[in-house]
């Protein structure tokens, strides 16, 4: 299966799938595993990748995500960057989950983005040490490195030499024509200025400007204020998503390796490290089991 096949089973709902579309970029895909599964339900696709960490995107029917899974687990541990709440009993099987954040996936077209004017600045590499201090107010160590911001866009809100507001993006992919926008945070000192919106339009309008075609970004739906922030730029509600920590269960015995030895004689590589799963059928039609 190739790249624009992946693309097509990716392109439901582009926007709850913009992480795994931004990983089909190659030099990101050849550090990346698509999956695939089709059923009577319906196609899945699970990613696993080491390109920007360690992360695990799930796709489509619950029942072919679990068939996936229980052949393909991924990682030891790592995050699951994208998910549906519905694939979560499905995931829990083969993995510990922890800290699950329900959340909501927001996008804006270029036809929809509503600019707000303000002052705000491209940050570069040699801005990493402001960045890593102001995130560092949230409670935790940051070490975005200067390679890091400068490959990104980011974009920050000054007060003289101060950082007071960041925003920048996940992941940007030329090829698919899409983006992720994230790591928004204002100084709580600072908060309620409108700063978020600011510097978060300013990524937008980067981003569009540059000629992608859609920027998504997740909000806690609870969380009003970034709600109303982003809706005034333009950006619309789409599907709920969940993220949360992942740690893979041991599997232990002959079955589960006899079962991933068929599944990779059944499949064919793509790339590198890219293989397909032709999961043709989700259960063994003789036993009902899965395969």
Sequence with gaps: MDARA?????????????????????????????????????????????????????????????????LHPGHRAGYLSTG????????????????????????VTAFGFADVPGEVR?????????????????GGPSRYSAETIERAIYYGAMDGDRLVAVAGTHIVSPHQSIAVVGNVFTHPAYRGRGLATRVTGAVTRDLLGRGCSEAVLTVAPENTPAVAAYTRLGYRRGSAVVEARLQRRDLVGLGPWWRRQRARRRGRAYGPEVEWMPADRWTDRQDGRSP
Excluded: C, K
């Design 6 to 70: 992946l693309e097509a089973r990716l392109s439901d709902d582009r926007a709850f799938s913009a992480y795994a579309l931004g990983h089909l970029e190659p030099e990101l895909l050849v550090q990346s595993e698509f999956w695939t599964a089709d059923g009577p339900e319906g196609s899945a696709v699970v990613m696993h990748s080491r390109a920007l960490g360690y992360v695990t995107v799930t796709v489509g029917d619950p029942a072919g995500v679990s068939a996936i899974l229980r």
């Design 84 to 107: 549906s709440p519905e694939h979560l009993e499905a995931i829990a099987s083969t993995h510990a989950v922890a800290d699950t954040l329900r959340m909501q996936r927001m996008s």
């Design 122 to 138: 491209r940050l570069r590499g040699q801005d990493a040490a402001r960045i890593n201090a102001l995130y560092a107010m949230d």
